[in-house]
């Protein structure tokens, strides 16, 4: 089975076309105001308008009022919507959209009850915890600790990049994984070379 790509926090058009040249499946828009790589109404419009068929666009929220992800819908033609904070699944699934779950992985961690918790979820993204940042924190958590029950709703993300991917599809064969800092020149601006070499190191991890 063919790993799925979301490449998460695209803030610029530049970034859309080259995501889409080297084959990602999804893209992700930041909603949450505390994130480096936010994008407003406008520009998020924009940038789902320069996607083709068949590539999603993801919309990422940290506990925000319902108001506010109404008002995102209203305005910018989301797929499915990914949320990172202390959501409860009934507010995940009232949007009437497909959604993604990010539950922060730590030691201790029963992640079957989480699965349980969310079963509602169309997939589950693993990422690092880190006390002070919902996400896109760089680093890798211990994929050891993801039971091998799970790979088929997991979305992988933490710490991935060209390097490291192939081994992770390796261990856990994920259905999906995400890259946000793997990818960048800095925060919010992807680089090309690295989407292209992140989408290598896939392909290798799919045929090994």
Request: a neutral charge; charged letters at 20%; one cysteine or more.
């Amino acid at each position: 089975m063919r790993t799925r790509v979301k490449f998460c926090g695209l803030t610029r058009l530049v970034d859309i076309d080259a995501a889409v040249a080297v084959g990602v499946d999804a893209v992700g828009l930041v909603f949450h105001a505390a994130s480096p790589r936010v994008v407003a109404l406008e520009q998020a419009a924009q940038l789902t308008a320069a996607l083709p068929a068949f590539v999603t666009a993801v919309g990422l929220f940290v506990d925000a009022p319902p108001e506010r992800v109404r008002a995102v819908l209203k305005t910018v033609p989301l797929g499915a919507l990914q949320f990172h904070g202390q959501e409860p699944a009934e507010y995940c699934r009232s949007f009437g959209r497909p959604w993604i779950k990010a539950i922060a992985v730590r030691p201790g961690i029963d992640l079957e009850a989480e699965a349980q918790r969310y079963i509602g979820a169309s997939s589950l993204l693993f990422d690092t915890y880190d006390p002070a940042l919902a996400g896109g924190t760089g680093r890798r958590f211990n994929w050891d600790w993801v039971p091998s029950s799970l790979a088929a709703r997991c979305i992988l993300a933490g710490g991935l990049q060209a390097e490291n991917v192939s081994e992770a599809i390796r261990r856990l064969r994920p259905h999906a994984v995400d890259v946000s800092g793997g990818i960048e020149q800095t925060k919010g601006l992807k680089d090309r070379e690295k989407m292209t070499a992140f989408m290598n190191g896939v392909r290798d991890g799919d045929q090994s």
